[in-house]
């Protein structure tokens, strides 16, 4: 959001933010250097969402201008959009859902779709989360990214450095890649660069007790570390995911020359082609990943040709510059 926000204020766009004050507040503030009009009230209601619905449309329509385009990042917002348009009247703002997720709950799913139909349409990360909304939304439009290059620092090394980052939780599925590296003949390493979450679904303690078993002092847990340097000295960035939305740490992979490995399912299948940009697997499947891990040699000429032609692509597709480009076509804007 906050990269999007600078690429249109760069295009001379005013982008303005409808928040509660707090930490996303201060952001703004410090990214895109404008005040946010914030929600009333010093914190989000606890105790209903249909409050914060009331409070933050509330909020947009104090500020409300004819041609306004609304993005809503949060799919409950189309809740209270009905109301929102028929007591803006003739006001002519079009308003876009950004769907960068994919529900995993079936009340989420069906809230989805019931409202889909009050926006004029819908912006997508990936055609897999597009089709949540499909044959509902009046328009939809399926736009990757955006990222950008992060620092991946090479060292030389004797081993294949193979990397998970992000949340350690059971939908990311990272039991999956550690079965399958501790099943290869040689001498790679699995680098964890993440922590759990603490909800429910947090499995980090699982991850550790498995990678530490199979793995001995080829897994490392590095736990959290700084983001400019998360994508540091590995040689290969792995998602075990098959319904992840899209999944930007495949395109920070590709920008910043780090070869990627994904399921032939999910967001993350639409960034890369096998054998061209990276490496595709069989979703779910240990032994296929343990394969396709086994045939990668960093070092080989194949790799580098992967690892250039996967960066071409990224630069073309997914700069934050041709990310708001996409982003204002879709909005109906001129360019």
């Not at 809230?111 to 989360?129: D, I, P």
């Amino acid at each position: 959001m906050f990269m999007l926000a600078r690429a249109l204020k760069d295009r001379g766009f005013t982008v303005d933010l409808v928040c509660f004050p707090g930490t996303i507040e201060t952001q703004w503030q410090q990214q895109v250097g404008r005040s946010a009009l914030l929600a009333d009230g010093s914190a989000p209601p606890t105790e209903s969402k249909l409050k914060e619905n009331f409070i933050l449309w509330r909020s947009y329509r104090r500020n409300a201008a004819e041609f306004d385009r609304v993005v809503l990042f949060t799919y409950y917002l189309l809740v209270g959009l009905p109301l929102t348009r028929l007591l803006l009247g003739r006001n002519r703002a079009r308003f876009v859902l950004d769907l960068h997720d994919n529900l995993p709950g079936k009340r989420g799913l069906q809230l989805l779709r019931l409202f889909a139909r009050s926006v004029h349409s819908v912006v997508a990360c990936s055609s897999f989360t597009a089709n949540q909304v499909a044959g509902l939304a009046p328009a939809v439009h399926v736009i990757h990214g955006p990222a950008e290059a992060l620092s991946a620092v090479e060292q030389p090394s004797p081993f294949k450095r193979i990397g998970i980052l992000g949340r350690i939780v059971k939908e990311k599925h990272h039991l999956l890649l550690a079965e399958a590296i501790a099943g290869l003949n040689d001498e790679s390493v699995m680098i964890v660069r993440g922590s759990g979450d603490g909800s429910v679904n947090d499995n980090s303690d699982e991850v550790r007790a498995y990678g530490q078993a199979e793995l001995g002092n080829r897994f490392i847990d590095e736990g959290k570390v700084a983001p400019e340097r998360v994508l540091d000295n590995l040689d290969v960035v792995v998602v075990a995911n098959h319904r992840e939305p899209m999944g930007r740490t495949v395109l920070e992979a590709q920008l910043s020359g780090v070869l990627v490995v994904v399921p032939d399912q999910g967001g993350s299948s639409e960034l890369v082609k096998d054998q061209e940009t990276g490496r595709v697997y069989r979703a779910g499947d240990s032994n296929h990943l343990r394969e396709v891990l086994a045939s990668i040699d960093p070092a080989s000429d194949s790799a580098s040709e992967l690892r250039a032609r996967a960066l071409q692509q990224a630069q073309d597709t997914v700069t934050p510059q041709s990310y708001a480009e996409h982003y204002l076509s879709a909005l109906g804007a001129a360019l």
